[in-house]
């Protein structure tokens, strides 16, 4: 079992709570960055949660852990990427994260930022679940992502 490690930077605490995959404090340090510079950005939205919301809590877990919340709160017991509640909490699977990013051939880290970023859009008024709406959100979070993950 890892040791359970929690970081904080402008607003963002991310905590690791698995113990399924290896992350090193560099990684956990890049996606905090990244998801607090995206959180600064998101919440000058006016008249949304994000913009109401003092802190963010951004949560690695693993496919049970997140099966699990997915089945109790959305009636689906199957894992999933990333869930958002809209008191600021957001769940990330590591293990979604990891096969995502092979299928995807992209960087792992870079997954969780995804995530976190996806999380932080829902918070911010983005939706996507009409077709429209899912690709301008994807279309911003993904913009989002690739200038942050320059920084």
């Given at each position: 079992m890892s040791e359970e490690k929690e970081f904080e930077r402008h607003g963002v605490t991310l905590f690791n709570r698995q113990s399924v995959k290896t992350i090193s404090d560099d990684v956990l340090q890049k996606v905090l960055h990244v998801t607090a510079a995206a959180y600064q950005e998101l919440k000058q939205r006016e008249g949304t949660l994000l913009s109401q919301l003092e802190e963010i809590e951004v949560t690695?877990?693993?496919d049970p852990a997140i099966a699990r919340v997915h089945g109790e709160f959305f009636d689906d017991p199957t894992a999933t990427d990333v869930i958002t509640f809209d008191h600021g909490e957001i769940l990330i699977s590591v293990e979604t994260a990891a096969r995502q990013a092979k299928k995807f051939q992209s960087v792992f880290d870079k997954e969780l930022?995804?995530?976190a970023i996806h999380?932080?859009?829902h918070l911010s008024?983005?939706?996507d679940i009409d077709p429209t709406d899912r690709k301008i959100m994807h279309a911003a979070q993904d913009e989002l992502l690739e200038r942050?993950?320059?920084?």
């Open positions: 690695l877990i693993d930022a995804l995530y999380g932080l859009a008024g983005y939706d942050l993950w320059k920084k």
